[in-house]
């Protein structure tokens, strides 16, 4: 028998049947079906339903991309200058940040504590729970500055090319124009950076000792006189979110709670601090609810998107050393790859253990007209939009509200387009990070004879130009093990030939680069590519993965490992079915909560630009919890949860042909059932469900139940769209946990 009613069932199905009334009002009925069925036929109704579209309503959403470009804004982006010689500059490894000393924090005018009004500049809020009332240390503090610098992608010479991949003019600050054909050296990229750098600091952490860092906002001073362009927060503030720290509201960093509390408004101005508590201590003090990788990023409502594409990401590894399960030396516990170094001001590294941020970008061309609603809106009256911006040529280019969503075309890791890592001959653990703003990336490990070409020199044009090189010849040569999802440590280690990575998930991995997949060994010199296989030409979707109509031409190199020496190896590969961290149980009846769970359906909008991305047809209101579509029981419940319950919580992707990557805040989740069957053994599309997480991939028209618990704290949280295009066009809701 279904779980579903045959309400809910009619509700998933994406077979044409019907049209619903409100989306033929759109356009009048007769304009908005003949568009939905021309646009279906046009494209074909077998690649419809792989992308989610075989429906009227889908078909009309394919059409409504194409009408909203000619009414609203222009749908149009540069094509980045060609980089010269990719695979040349250095991989960057984040060093750990030194925390400060407490001869000194002790003596800022307004040291942190756990007393009244010690939490913020503004003295108005205390922390929750301080670590004395879980019987841990008082924090470790670190102080980070958010500042106004400039960041350089590659150090190489660049060909500045049009969207047919032909050499063009370019420009400079001085209103100069190169004639096409003219190598150029790229201009900085003005960022808002933690410590004024991107990636910002790594701290690492470990569970038992918790942190407190002080934000402090100084991103008014501009020492460097750079041009801020049109994008970032126009009043210069800031809102700092741990993804997924479990953490009080006052230090989750969430508009839900900045809009009533604390400072009152979207983020932390210029000349304010907040001290973000991280108490580093697993949900109900549970050791099965222990994570591994964190990251942190700007979450300043409706411009989130935009603050971290500027610059605003920082990496948070946390390191577990009970019984040294997971501490960082290879020689305890679980003998992960890891070779720590205690550093004498209490930090410490880990060698061998590489957090790996990757973020595409796109460069101004100095011809494409910078346009979009914000320019209505009065945000950036420097820039005089709509205007083409010839003195920005070759610095980040970022569109606000796209259509397709935005993507870029270049590839970086750590900051750094097509880096380079020498490896030694032995096992790695890799901490993969997604901070895109939607692009979603399936990774390979390759071999190449021949090396990377440029698309360029390929011949593709335009969509096929993103990535800048490929790999023609790439043929798969080594495998992953997967150790951990963005929840921490699997149950037991997957074996992957490749892994998907959507935008603010984490994934971790053991490279080991002494023998490839076949049992032959690996010799000094060789050359392993981390190849992206996932073609996403806009921020929709992607046309072509491993699950979806394989591209076998399309192999962009984003990462190269290049073999040296033998080094001392004391890691262990987990062995199949070896336990890494058990899941905590589900009840038994869960089953039975599925009548009374609360409904949560995300979807576009057919009202104005600014709430193109609505949940439940609600844009986010920060005053406020959402309410749940009606459930089974005839109940429309709203997202307040009790201290300390669990419940059921459902997903659902409205269709239209986007994807969502779909993040709750302060607790991870198990994903119980997935298109309306149970997958809590596993789902052979998402094979990370069978562990813990913070973000639901949600395919075309999918829906998606999980598990969830409300501990340890109560307030205001936030769930939404890790598409930050859509998060910032009011895909958010808020939710509470209540006494």
């Not at 880990?350 to 595409?360: E, R, S």
């Not at 997958?679 to 599309?685: A, I, L, W």
């Amino acid at each position: 028998m279904s779980e579903f009613s045959p309400e809910e069932q009619s509700g998933l199905m994406s077979g044409a049947q019907s049209v619903r009334r409100r989306t033929l009002l759109r356009l009048g009925a007769a304009s908005g079906l003949g568009a939905a069925l021309v646009a279906a036929r046009g494209v074909g109704a077998p690649l419809l339903s792989a992308k989610g579209l075989l429906s009227l309503d889908g078909a009309f959403a394919e059409t409504s991309t194409v009408l909203g470009d000619l009414l609203f804004y222009v749908e149009k982006y540069p094509t980045s200058p060609l980089i010269l010689s990719p695979f040349t500059d250095p991989l960057p490894i984040p060093r750990a940040l030194a925390p400060v000393p407490r001869s000194t924090y002790s003596s800022w005018a307004k040291p942190p504590g756990p007393g009244v009004g010690q939490q913020n500049s503004f003295e108005n809020e205390q922390h929750q729970v301080w670590p004395s009332k879980i019987r841990y240390p008082d924090p470790i503090v670190y102080k980070i500055d958010l500042l106004l610098r400039s960041h350089s992608f590659t150090s190489s010479q660049v060909l500045p090319i049009d969207p047919e991949g032909q050499p063009t003019t370019s420009f400079d600050v001085f209103g100069a124009t190169y004639p096409a054909g003219t190598r150029r050296w790229l201009p900085p990229s003005t960022i808002y950076g933690f410590n004024g750098t991107f990636p910002g600091p790594c701290i690492n952490a470990e569970y038992g000792k918790p942190v407190l860092v002080r934000f402090e906002n100084h991103l008014d001073e501009n020492p460097m006189d750079l041009d801020r362009q049109d994008f970032g927060s126009p009043d210069w503030s800031f809102l700092t979110h741990l993804h997924n720290g479990h953490t009080a509201p006052e230090s989750d960093g969430n508009p839900h709670y900045s809009m009533r509390y604390g400072p009152k408004q979207r983020g932390y101005g210029p000349g304010t601090f907040c001290d973000n508590l991280y108490l580093n201590w697993p949900a109900g003090g549970d050791e099965r609810e222990k994570q591994s990788f964190f990251w942190f990023h700007d979450h300043l409502m409706d411009h989130t998107g935009s603050n971290v594409y500027k610059g605003m990401v920082g990496l948070y590894p946390i390191y577990d050393p009970r019984s040294g399960l997971d501490m960082g030396d290879e020689t305890k516990g679980l003998r992960l790859p890891g070779v720590r170094r205690n550093r004498p001001d209490g930090s410490f590294d880990v060698d061998y253990d590489i957090p790996l941020a990757f973020y595409d970008c796109r460069l101004d061309d100095g011809v494409t007209t910078h346009q979009d609603v914000h320019d209505g809106m009065g945000e950036f009256p420097a820039a005089k939009n709509p205007a083409t911006h010839p003195e920005w040529w070759g610095k980040s280019f970022y569109k606000h509200f796209p259509n397709h969503g935005f993507v870029g075309d270049i590839f970086t890791v750590n900051g750094t387009a097509y880096p380079t890592l020498l490896v030694k001959r032995r096992k790695y653990r890799f901490r993969f990070l997604d901070a895109s703003v939607a692009r979603i990336y399936e990774f390979m490990l390759m071999a190449s004879t021949k090396g990377p070409k440029s698309s360029a020199s390929l011949g593709h044009i335009e969509e096929e130009l993103e990535g800048q090189y490929r790999i023609p010849d790439g043929q798969q040569c080594m495998k992953f093990t997967q150790i951990a999802s963005d929840g921490g440590l699997l149950p037991f280690a997957l074996t992957r030939d490749s892994f998907e990575l959507w935008p603010a998930k984490r994934r971790e991995v053991i490279i080991d680069f002494t023998r490839y997949q076949d049992g032959t060994p690996t010799t000094k010199g060789d050359v392993v590519y981390l190849t992206n296989v996932m073609k996403m030409p806009d921020g929709r979707m992607w046309s072509n993965s491993s699950r979806f109509l394989p591209d076998p031409n399309y192999k962009v190199p984003v990462l190269k490992f290049v073999i040296g020496d033998t080094a001392p190896d004391q890691s262990v590969t987990p062995k199949p079915g070896q336990l890494l961290r058990a899941l905590p149980p589900l009840p038994g009846d869960w089953k039975s909560m599925l009548d009374n769970r609360l409904i949560f359906e995300v979807k576009r909008s057919s009202s104005s630009a600014d709430v193109e991305w609505l949940i439940n047809g609600e844009p986010f209101d920060p005053a406020r919890v959402a309410t749940s579509l009606r459930n089974k029981a005839g109940r429309s419940l709203p997202a307040s949860q009790k201290k300390g319950s669990f419940n059921l919580w459902e997903i659902r992707n409205g269709g239209g042909g986007w994807v969502h990557p779909f993040h709750l805040h302060m607790e991870e989740h198990r994903t119980v059932m997935r298109r309306g069957r149970d997958v809590t053994r596993g789902d052979p599309s998402h094979p990370d469900d069978s562990s813990r997480e913070d973000l639901v991939a949600l395919d075309p028209g999918e829906s998606v139940i999980v598990y969830r618990g409300f501990r340890d704290f109560v307030g205001p949280y936030v769930a939404h769209c890790h598409n930050l295009a859509h998060e910032d066009h009011a895909m958010m809701f808020g939710w509470e946990i209540t006494p």
